[in-house]
């Protein structure tokens, strides 16, 4: 029976649980995790950034149960486990409210799965920064905080400057609570499209590494050629391989080329139509 195709799923354990193919990247996820502790990466969309965002939070809170026959299974102590806060940008931030709504609803996720109660919601980047407390007074643990499309306030406003500037401001000073809560912290990953670095909202973490460029993890994110002859073979009975490998095999992060994976599941799916996915 054919793996089915992961198409818009961003969650590690349905991938695991239901049978869809999954191309291992526990391997960079340990390195990651093992040797950085504030990291960035920079990837195009639909690159299967969330995905990897959420099989580093199930390592750290020890789902052993969704990694058995990958490369970290073992090769981490799965004993160890940590208190996560995820942060996600969905849906569309033209406005301040737009961007605090989205905000306050994701903080609040968060103090449901781990059952914390902060008490300031006024301010969120001070709830943020309560949170954090709280996570490792409760679990007596340091706190891994995972964001995903850090840059997406700014980008879903970028062609309007008063609003692309109030944004920046905005997720600069929640960003800053990660550099003041440096005690308390365990690990940090961001993703994003873009880096702004003119735009200094890195300025203050000047801890963070940018690892988007780092030929170590090139391969963190895509299809590499080798996935295609194995992982997705059956997949593609029947494709011209190489006009595939013309069309979509055009990403390079100084290690292998690799595949846009939205690119290829979604050539699979259209019964390989050559298209600008």
Known sequence: MLQKLPIGIQTFSKIREDNYIY???TKEALDLITNYQYSFLSRPRRFGKSLFLDTLRNIFEGKKEFFEGLYIYDKWDWTQKYPVI???WGGKLRTIEDLEYTLKSTLKENQKRLDIECEEFKHL??????????????????????IDEYDKPILDVIEYKNEAREHREYIKGLYSILKESDEYLQFAFLTGVSKF???SIFSGLNMLEDISL???FGNICGYTQKDL?????EHLKGADCKRVKQWYNGYYFLKDRVYNPFDILQ????DFKFSNY
């Open 267 to 270: 050539f699979i799916r259209n």
């Open 197 to 199: 670095s003119k735009a």
């Open 229 to 233: 002859e194995t992982s997705f073979k």
């Open 214 to 216: 780092a030929p170590r």
């Open 86 to 88: 995820k942060i996600s």
């Open 125 to 146: 980047p001070t709830c943020f920064r309560e949170l954090v407390i709280k996570a490792y007074e409760k679990y007596n643990q340091r706190v891994v905080v995972l």
């Open 23 to 25: 191309i291992d990247k």
